[in-house]
């Protein structure tokens, strides 16, 4: 490993701290053409930066993200803030020549995102990668699943069913955060979580989708305005004052794929009990795949071929060396957890900077992006069919 | 048991088998009133229905079903015949007074069971009773997060997620047979397994549903005419002649409940490896059920009271003394089976002929009905949200 | 059909009605030489016999068993009664030249049963038929397993690994009821279901257990002498008089088998949260399966010969027309439950009685008696390995 | 955070790579009163030691265990190195004022095992700790079954159930590793894979085994002496030299536990399709708990004083923050994975640097040995029931 790939990392929350301890552990497990290390880190809280920077033992904190996409000694800027920063950031970023790996959603209009991809196009063209960070398509059982598809186990494929359902928000009196602010977080559920269960359909069917016919709800419509929080949720005293909830609590939608598919979608933060229960199921006409995330070790397969007193789904341990990303870690049987989904797209992305460019990119995530803009239009209309604006082809 | 009840069954395939065994058996788990005996069975074919009586002990049987309806020793007639003859022959049992047990659907169209429930008002004004075979309500499992929910166990009911998943039709040869007929079957998948799926989850929900979006596909439109059927599916030649398939192979649609719930809707018979899946998943503000046929003995639920750290959906084996049906039957463990529903549907029957009317009646399966007629409505105009018509008001 | 085949069932508790069902709907599902009817009905109480009688509809009722077994017009003698009281009428009812189903356990000591195969042999000899009911042999997915064996779908078998697990005692004032009582049960946990755990796995296996390591314990040694049963387990104030618990609670042993394989057994009524979890594993080097009656139309198979990329447990759904049982019954995915067992093990009967003799016939259980003798022995001797005493070959 | 802790880790295999990488991400994840770093990695080839510290970024690599043990500016030796060479590096480094992480099993014996726990008394009488690598200790749903039996849930425990089931040696021409050689390996599956099952089982049950009934068995006496490993197991030509193996290929074992519970151990390399599963399931009068590691996230928990009809084994998944660890890393419902345990076992045993020190310590490890040394005798004495030794109190 000849040189070093220098990183800064902008944000330092939740998603922050994954991305670094990726960034970290990617060479330990991955033979990798240059080592990343995370050079700086960026915040806004002057105290905070510094307290997390030192806990994660960076050598280099700043408050001001725009010299810090400009500085000569940074490869990649590694963007991990609220969506409604994103499009800043990842345009400066690219105009000055850096390498850039934005957090999903890629932004919280299509306007933006459009606008990311302009700039994007004219920086690849000079050298630079985009990628967007849809983590769960390192999931070594969605790997699997996208790869059953192309070997074409599951034949023509005519239902996709997909739904990432969470719990978070049952309780009325859960406090008002960011996630639940229009302005903040573009959407609620939709945005959040069903741009996953989007671009994983996409992804493993191989299938666009080309139209869709929504239905939006917000079950409580206001929440208490203050209130420590305790992972995603939290609790809050319900005497606190409250505010207006101004994203989507759940998204439901049929769709039409590009290839004759059927999809069902939804997303959710109410559904109790589960807790990240994002699932997608894919039936064809030779086989059928069946994923959870929480037990995102393992892949349903049902594979019509076999004979038919022997047919069941099969429980798949995705953690053999014939697994996608499996032999990199432990023996079979001995699972993987959420952490090292982001050391794998850590590792994906050094590999292809001297490769193929590693995908989703930014024109992978604004189409993503379109389909949920085609849902919030139905959605608006009563419900009706909307077709999802197309761009230029990207292929 | 004093007196007996003498039972005419109409047709005498799968359905009709299952009916008798059901009326039969019901007596000697259950305590009835009266004790319930197939007098007749009716048929098309003399030999068929010969042969068929002979096999299962019937003392009589009979071509002629006006006749039969109109007799004065028969009390019950129950309809097992396709969906297009269940109106003329409904109609004319309730004219003769006698109580009427009709398979689901209850009708192919609305205007038919309109009549129907015109038909029954009158006859239940005389005493007669009528029924509609929703057979899934008499799971033990489905009864009991019925029960759930009206101890308020679930709170507010916020999501209702119904899927029923089958197979049969996965490969594009199988044959085109009676249920692929609109003029028969009246609709495929939704009107077929979906009319289970509508029916169960407004009667456990307690909410029935007020509008819907929907989206109605049919992957394979021609089909060889001809095949012997094994199962539901079969298989056939894939040279032999093909003829149109007039009904949807897929239903999927969303849905908005008279609660304020959200439902997500999904039936098809191309969901491979999928072969009986009837599921339903219910979350509230305090708890969630969850529930698929093909584990039929069991039910999923979610009690967000439990104590935090020992959270989790309880994997209830539904054969307890304590719940529905189960103490009639085996010790705690020792499942029950499909046909099982029957004997639980016809003890019902025969209990409540002295007590409340069984539900659902046809004014209840004339609801159902009215709901699949909106899905269609909406599939036919772009997806667009439709109400659902209502009828006066029954409860 | 021709001739009836007239029943005589003596016993008319849980398992009495089961059977009485199962001989009744036998016919109607299954194509017979010759058809079965209860024509008698025996027990030691007049007056609840003749309730049970009537509620069963079965014309004729006795409490002399002495004279039913020598009536000219029966066919079959039906033991239901507990185990004490097996060899005495088996042994007369042979005498007269009846063929014999009897419950499982075959007796309560082996001599007994050595003293009931031997009149078996001669009544054998002049056309009689002997049977003990190990009716989980008549599940479908058992049944399967078994096939999956003889196809060398298995390859080598390695690993047997049998557990029956139940929980109705766990209360420790649950009361005293028969099965507590040696002289009545013969043993506890270990006869009661420990003995279907050692029929099934030699049976599946196809291998004979030859010795055995066991442990035997009594974790509750004395119970309520009264109280009111509610399903196996009741309960019973706990101030009521207890009395002397005389069989094991629980059963372990491990087991060499004579192909090479090793077993693990056990047997327990106080695994809390267990209801009914008859559970039997079998690794070969070719393959495994799994089973666990909870879940009693499934059957776990893992193909070690799939493509290594796809190896997974299948769940198979033991309900299609190609599984044992399932092409009398309903369309696939819809379960048959444990009544049904009794219907295919009399179908099997009365079908075996113009061919093959039907298995486990009495020699066979006297072999499974001879295994649990050699438990109780090891127990006995510091659970020193003990070789199983054979007799004479019998295949 | 102060002062670093400077770690040399002996051995660079699967297990030393496993460390290096948990102490460098502890301190990422958990507040610790000292930075651990991996300042030294130790190896017995030359080039193969510097190629992984060069890979693994650490700053200093030597042959020379001795020497290092010896140094004064280490303060842990963290011993990765096969089970032969424990005892000899472990003393010297407790002589040496160290303190001593070692890997599972503690030594190949128990004479080698009592030497390192004599060597323990003194050098943590002057202040050394030490602690063996029992890793599954570190699962948080394991630790929340200990915290449910601590806090009296399960109630009188009586039954243990451990299973440890691997697959990778099925195939008999898998190759001939040092784990099959007693000489390297000390034992086979017993030690290697039952010995967590025992140490899992006596640390949540609260109970010590106090004798043992047990069989081993080799299914395969003689493999190919080399071949390409791929993974545990791989694959050798069946034509190549085979060599003896010299170790139990599975153990089977019944116990009796110092508390009353009744106790069934397997282990085995041979149970085709089970990958990693090490399950525990323990009844007892008041609840039950049951887990399987193949489903790390989960934890499976009956409360037998739940509402009888809603009562049912819950699927807990342990990552919530209320759950042992959880409340470091993700939101919940995003599981962890087989590495982060290792991070919990550095974090606790650095935190536990300045309190209690972390168990279990090298004299838990050797009463785990002194079990498996009676199953040893055991079944070498016709699996006459066996004690276990015991030596002095220890808690």
């Not at 060479?27 to 920077?53: K, N, S, Y």
């Not at 741009?195 to 239905?215: F, T």
């Not at 206001?222 to 909830?245: F, K």
């Amino acid at each position: 490993m000849s040189e070093h790939l220098r990183v800064a990392v902008i944000g330092h929350a939740f998603m922050g701290a994954a991305h670094i301890h990726a960034w970290r552990t990617a060479p330990q497990f991955f033979d990798l053409p240059r080592r990343p290390e995370v050079a700086l880190l960026v915040g806004r809280d002057e105290a905070r930066v510094r307290e997390a920077g030192s806990r994660l033992e960076i050598p280099e904190t700043s408050t001001d993200w725009l010299a810090v996409v400009q500085r000569e000694d940074i490869d990649v800027i590694d963007i991990c803030t609220p969506g409604d920063r994103h499009a800043e950031i990842a345009c400066a970023a690219l105009e000055a020549g850096k390498h850039v790996l934005c957090e999903k959603p890629l932004a919280n209009t299509v306007a933006e995102a459009e606008r990311m991809v302009q700039a994007a196009r004219t920086a690849e063209a000079a050298g630079s990668r985009t990628f967007c960070g849809f983590s769960y398509r390192r999931t070594p059982a969605l790997a699997l699943a996208r790869r059953f598809v192309e070997e074409g186990r599951l034949g023509e494929i005519r239902h996709v069913r997909a739904q990432y359902l969470q719990d978070w928000l049952s309780d009325a009196d859960a406090p008002l955060t960011w996630r639940l602010e229009k302005e903040k977080a573009g959407s609620g559920s939709l945005g959040d979580i069903g741009a996953h269960s989007v671009d994983a359909a996409q992804w493993i069917s191989g299938q666009r989708i080309e139209g869709v016919s929504s239905l939006l709800h917000t079950f409580v419509p206001t929440r208490p305005i203050s209130g420590d929080r305790a992972g995603l949720g939290g609790t809050a005293s319900s005497s606190a004052e409250r505010g207006p909830v101004t994203v989507d609590d759940a998204a439901a939608f049929t769709a039409r794929f590009s290839g004759g598919a059927v999809g069902v979608f939804e997303a959710t933060r109410y559904a109790l009990g589960r807790r990240n229960a994002n699932r997608l199921e894919i039936n064809g006409s030779l086989g059928s795949i069946a994923f959870d995330f929480e037990r995102m070790n393992e892949l349903q397969h049902f594979d019509g071929r076999d004979d038919q007193e022997a047919q069941g789904f099969r429980t798949i341990q995705v953690t053999d060396v014939v697994h996608p990303y499996a032999d990199h870690w432990w023996p079979v049987g001995h699972g993987l957890g959420y952490g090292d989904l982001f050391v794998h797209q850590m590792a994906d992305f050094v590999a292809s900077l001297e490769a193929e460019p590693l995908r989703p990119d930014f024109a992978d995530a604004l189409e993503v992006q379109r389909v949920l803009d085609a849902v919030e239009l139905s959605a608006a209309q009563d419900s009706r069919y909307t077709p999802v604006q197309r761009g230029e082809e990207h292929d």
